[in-house]
């Protein structure tokens, strides 16, 4: 049985196998060759970037490819009048430049919507509970990415995958509604295509990727582990996103932290300290202190250990280290074979 849906057509890709835009460690390159597997990759536009540094990526990215790409929005800051400015400078020049999907997360999607539909820009949003669904259905966005519990990284959802799946699509039918969320492999993809997903998002899949832009310790930790290495908390790693739980592997700092009895912020060990110098990929250098939000990226000068290393449950099926094309041609194989055997 091929893996298509309905949602393939209507992007114009192949296969409904969509790469989460990890901030800084998903470059056009990773994007890119997702979309030219047959997927659609989604090239990350957080991470401290401006328009200046976005602008270049999308740039890249159609140098890279000619198939349809999303390109990744964090809405945080969304309720801040001093980050809200720079916040709607990148969507609007997303749209300008007619990005053909925009995947939006955390945050109220609603005000940018009929500006991207004006434009030909097409809005997905991840949601963490079928209320959220609804209410982007409402604002008229083109489908939903339903969040399992199981994901890493942010994690906005408090409900299991195989739960979080069938009830969104439920709720919003006939909106197409894609999975996201410890699924790693074809099997995985193939039973969210039976529970009526017409798609999956996946992250940690391509965190193990040639092509994603982070340091290879922490591709390495994301092959080797399992899920029971992962660890999920409400407020680890707070330092500039407050509020937002997340999902990571255990690595010393948070061995540390349990050692000490989980302690809430202000209380933990080493606070306050730097664990090493962040390089951007524009070279602008700044400090990186012990639990702040930051994707560990080939730029890090210090100790890996202290860093976030933002993983889904998901680690469980990912046991190499490969090109994200490759990746995708596997997970189809995976998928048509489960999907043919009922």
């Not at 994690?155 to 969320?181: C, D, N, Q, R, Y």
Request: charged share 25%.
């Amino acid at each position: 049985m091929k893996l298509h849906t309905p949602l393939c057509d209507e992007l114009g890709i192949e296969y409904p196998i969509f790469s989460v835009g990890f901030g800084l460690g998903a470059p056009p390159e990773l994007a890119a060759a997702v979309s030219n597997a047959g997927g659609c990759g989604v090239v990350g536009t957080g991470g401290g970037m401006t328009v200046e540094h976005v602008r270049p990526q999308i740039l890249r990215l159609r140098e890279l490819t000619q198939r349809p790409f999303g390109a990744n929005v964090i809405l945080v800051g969304q309720d801040d009048p001093e980050a809200r400015p720079r916040l709607d400078a990148r969507i609007a020049l997303l749209i300008k430049q007619r990005v053909p999907l925009i995947v939006f997360f955390w945050g109220d999607p609603s005000a940018y919507v009929k500006d991207a539909h004006r434009n030909g820009v097409k809005v997905f949003i991840q949601v963490g509970c079928v209320e959220e669904a609804e209410a982007a259905a409402d604002a008229g966005v083109d489908a939903v990415i339903a969040q399992g519990s199981e994901a890493g990284g942010h994690v906005k959802s408090t409900t299991p995958i195989w739960e979080i799946v069938p009830a969104t699509v439920e709720s919003v039918k006939p909106l197409p509604v894609l999975a996201s969320g410890g699924i790693g492999d074809g099997e995985g993809i193939a039973k969210a295509i039976r529970l009526g997903a017409q798609g999956v998002s996946l992250g940690t899949r391509f965190v193990a990727s040639e092509e994603a832009w982070l340091h290879h310790v922490y591709k390495e930790r994301v092959a080797k582990s399992t899920a029971e290495d992962t660890v999920y908390t409400e407020d680890l790693f707070d330092i500039g996103w407050p509020n937002a739980p997340h999902r990571v592997i255990r690595n010393r700092v948070v061995a540390e932290w349990e050692a000490a009895g989980r302690p809430p912020p202000g209380e933990r060990p080493g606070e306050g300290t730097s664990i090493g110098m962040y390089r951007y990929p524009w070279g602008e250098e700044e400090p990186w202190h012990r639990y702040e939000v930051g994707s560990l990226i080939p730029g890090f000068q210090g100790d890996v250990e202290y860093a976030p290393m933002w993983a889904g449950r998901s680690v469980s099926e990912v046991n190499d280290i490969k090109p994200a094309g490759e990746i995708v041609r596997d997970l189809v194989r995976e998928a048509e074979e489960a999907l043919a055997a009922g």
